[in-house]
């Protein structure tokens, strides 16, 4: 059966993120102290549409890439549905409260794009509003065919000034 997805105003969710984005930064400081750690999606934007699932970019150096990788995936799932290669992985945790995703992403590689795409949604409204038009569009359908207009929306997000400038 075909996967649907649904989108709620994110501060419905604002509290419930916020406090387990801070709860797994702790953690994932104490396991990976050399990792930059950001609160990315939708829940990091104030104002937007949200599946309500919090995500964490955790930034390391090409060299500690894989002994991060072997700490973190004992305390988290491996993300199947994700690529991965040996500057990215995706873990994730269905069980929490909000769900749980961490994106481990090697400083400057091609993924490492988590954090500036969030950080220009969060500064600049009308992008943040062409997303989440996206989002209505979508809502209740495919979540499929939403990741495909999502990867669209992304890759031209990425050719503007503003995320260029970050």
């Keep these: 059966m075909e996967e649907k997805v649904y989108f709620q105003a994110e501060h419905i969710f604002r509290e419930a993120a916020e406090t387990l984005f801070l709860e797994e930064k702790a953690k994932l400081q104490s396991l990976l102290p050399h990792a930059e750690i950001h609160h990315v999606g939708s829940t990091a934007i104030p104002g937007s549409l949200t599946k309500g699932d919090v995500d964490i970019q955790v930034i390391v150096n090409q060299e500690d890439f894989n002994s991060s990788k072997e700490i973190l995936v004992k305390y988290y799932d491996v993300n199947a549905g994700s690529v991965s290669d040996v500057t990215f992985i995706s873990f ?75």
């Design 92 to 166: 994730k945790d269905d069980d929490r409260n909000p769900p749980l995703g961490i994106q481990l992403t090697v400083r400057n590689s091609s993924l490492d794009i988590f954090w500036k795409i969030t950080s220009v949604l969060r500064e600049n409204e009308n992008l943040r509003q062409q997303y989440d038009q996206i989002k209505q569009e979508f809502n209740g359908r495919s979540m499929e065919e939403y990741r495909e207009a999502k990867e669209r929306f992304f890759i031209n997000l990425m050719k503007t000034k503003e995320y260029k400038n970050k």
